[in-house]
């Protein structure tokens, strides 16, 4: 029966393009849209095996500056959690609840007891966006000095080490100011993909930084991130890689994703299909 094998052949097409993002915002950080419906929607039409949100972590009310425009409410936090475990209960794929999170000492007992215990959380990403410098937070992108990659550097190599995290999310973000492949490069992200084999912690191809303006380069013009030199030096190693979208938009939630993992295959790295 034709339709029969026609049926057979489109199941077997769109199982074997599943894929799983554990990567996504939503427009409780105040810099992406789309609800959490929104996403799950899409995700279902572009085909997943599982997804998890990883919206910005809230920090207790008061504790300063912790770029509070880009983050929930602890309030906001409780909704979140139940809104993602009411569409898991109706979905056809896993669906996760998760926070991404800077690293702060000061906050270990927050990320453990509050946001995996209380709150109860399936996951929390390690996202290596600043340096915290006294009571102020520099961007990674805004870096211009050695002291304050090295300061970085160290900071999330902690972060690493604390046991606290599914996986690393975007490495490699700060070569989108520093650009150039030098020695100070090649020893720093050297440094923080050792710390992360040594955690046996996944670390991540994000496909949101195949998407932003290129950067020029003495070698070229290239991604911000991810950066080849860097995926190269992956691909050599024993890490594990993740590819996730890092969506800030619902059409991007799986299409990113699958940018992610074109950009994988490029140097032979086989991903992870799942942190759990």
């Not at 912690?201 to 070698?219: A, F, S």
């Amino acid at each position: 029966n034709i339709e029969i094998k026609f049926l057979f052949r489109y199941t077997f097409d769109m199982l074997k393009n599943l894929i799983s993002n554990f990567h996504t915002h939503t427009y409780l950080c105040g810099h992406a849209s789309g609800t959490i419906g929104d996403y799950v929607e899409q995700a279902q039409k572009d085909g997943c095996s599982a997804l998890g949100f990883s919206d910005h972590c809230p920090y207790p009310e008061n504790s300063g500056n912790y770029w509070p425009d880009i983050r929930m409410t602890e309030q906001q936090a409780y909704t979140y959690i139940e809104e993602i475990k009411s569409f898991a209960k109706q979905s056809d794929f896993p669906i996760y609840t998760g926070f991404e999170c800077e690293w702060d000492q000061n906050y270990e007992s927050w990320y453990k007891e509050v946001l995996l215990g209380k709150m109860g959380v399936d996951y929390l990403v390690l996202g290596p966006h600043w340096v915290t410098l006294g009571n102020e937070h520099l961007y990674a992108l805004e870096f211009t000095t050695k002291e304050q990659l090295h300061k970085y550097i160290d900071q999330n190599i902690k972060g690493i080490q604390s046991g606290v995290y599914k996986f690393l999310a975007h490495p490699d973000l700060f070569m989108g100011a520093w650009k150039e492949w030098d020695n100070e490069a090649k020893a720093c992200l050297t440094a923080l993909l050792e710390a992360a084999v040594d955690a046996n912690l996944p670390v991540e191809i994000n496909g949101l930084g195949m998407t932003r303006t290129k950067i020029q380069t003495k070698n070229g013009i290239r991604f911000p991130y991810p950066y080849d030199e860097f995926w190269q030096m992956v691909a050599d190693s024993k890490a594990k890689v993740i590819c996730n979208s890092d969506a800030h938009n619902p059409k991007n939630v799986i299409a990113d994703a699958r940018l992610a993992r074109e950009y994988a295959k490029r140097f032979g790295i086989t991903p992870l299909e799942s942190i759990f």
